[in-house]
């Protein structure tokens, strides 16, 4: 039989529950509907909860909704979380990104492996990012990547030398039919080993190394662990990347005499004393650049091939100016990187490709202001999380004219070109690090292709079936086209 005291204590208890759930509920529908954001326009449902927001980044369909959904129905600034909000316009960007320079979310710490293990891109500490920036950057300048060319292109000689072998295979007049879009992927693998992993990972030649799927593996294990605690007790990180970066730093720090010239070593000899990176800090940081060397750089450069193919016209006014420039040098060598980044029509392809496919869909930057901000007549309350919709400045037609949604090169020969309406790698402070390095691979790899190969479409697959989760993907995962050698 209880007694009377327990009796008051479970009521008591059962009244605080009650209380606090009835402020809980308070709170949410005011912020919802009656706090500084409830004016924005968006899903109601979204403005209770993340819920919508969470369970689309689960299939990697949220750039989806962002894009064909909610940007045609809700305008250029849109609320999809009780406290987050996409912004399409263009100023309003401008302001945040370069003119502010506002700091990053809490968001980007959910790809931390633990919350004092800050990166260049998951830090949210201006202080901190600036101290790390500048001990990276020497080995982004575009001075040292240049002397990493010999790297990337025993890989891009691989590729080449597989497409050959692939062709020679077949005894179809019809070409060889090869898997491009994996084909790059494994190359800009290759590279991003050759040059900040110490060596290739050979995914040319085997097609597999347990390294890149791996990280990919750990991403998505930070991810559950930071998004939702609750399951932090059961996804342990991962060992095999952990053993597997302290040997190769183990080793590099121990070679004697001449050492080999890479990001990692650079990233290595980074910094004095206390200002020096701990070995923990290095792997972080080499762990970061291959999901943003790699994936990226590959996706990018599909595109860019896949528009051309699909583009007749355009196809051949590139090949023209490659066959113009190095008339007198053999297709089965590269061409040298110092003539081809002063190539128009080359870099023309490139923008024009990174503005109608850009790897950030589903919201470019996520910046937070630290306290309330008042932007184009706007209220952002400190803390509110901005995602930067880059992908919808790059097809807004407001801004790039009724032909938008078409592949143009020649678009960026124009002087009014809206440049501040262009961000392939971000803007301000927090721009891409690597930029340089995506700029100079796909110059080569595009450039060395379309002078040894005849490529040709195969109708039928479908290349808008995207998914984006850390970074965007055909879903299909492969796009296959003919292959011949040139004559």
Known sequence: METPYVDNAVKALGIISIALFLKYMFQTIYVAYFGPLSKIPGPKLS?????????????GKRWYWYQRELRPKYGKIIRIGPDIVLVNDKDIIKQIIVKEDWPK????????????????????????????????????????????????????????????????????????????YRMLINTTLDSIGETAFGGSFNMIGKGHHPLPKEVFVELSKRMLRNGFPIFKPFVKSNQYLYDFSSELIKRRRQEV?????????????????????????IYEQIIEFLVGGSDTTSYSTFFALLMLLTHPSKLHKLIE??????????????????????????????NETLRLWPISLDGGSGRSPTEDKVVNGVLFPKGTLILTNYYALHHSAEYWGKDVNEFVPERWFNDDIPRDAFYPFSAGSRNCIGQNFAWFEMRLIISSLLRRFRFEDIPGQNYSDIVHIVTPSLAQDEYKVRAWNRP
């Open 47 to 59: 403005a209770l909860s993340t819920i919508p927001l969470l369970f689309r980044g689960t299939n």
């Open 105 to 180: 979310g809490d968001f980007y710490k959910i790809y931390r492996a633990a919350p004092h293990l800050q990166t260049l891109f998951s830090t949210t500490d201006k202080a901190f990012h600036k101290q790390r920036r500048r001990l990276l950057a020497p080995a982004f300048s575009i001075k040292y990547i240049q002397s990493l060319e010999p790297y990337v292109a025993k890989c891009i000689r691989n590729l080449n030398d597989k497409i050959d072998s692939l062709i020679q295979e077949s005894s179809s007049t019809d070409g060889a039919v090869i898997d491009l």
């Open 257 to 281: 005499g001449v050492r080999r010239k890479d990001i990692l070593q650079i990233i290595l000899d980074a910094g004095e004393g206390e200002a020096a990176l701990a070995d923990i800090d």
């Open 321 to 350: 100016e490659l066959d113009n420039e190095f008339v007198d040098l053999p297709r089965n060598e590269l061409p040298k990187h110092e003539k081809l980044k002063n190539l128009p029509y080359l870099n023309a392809v490139i």
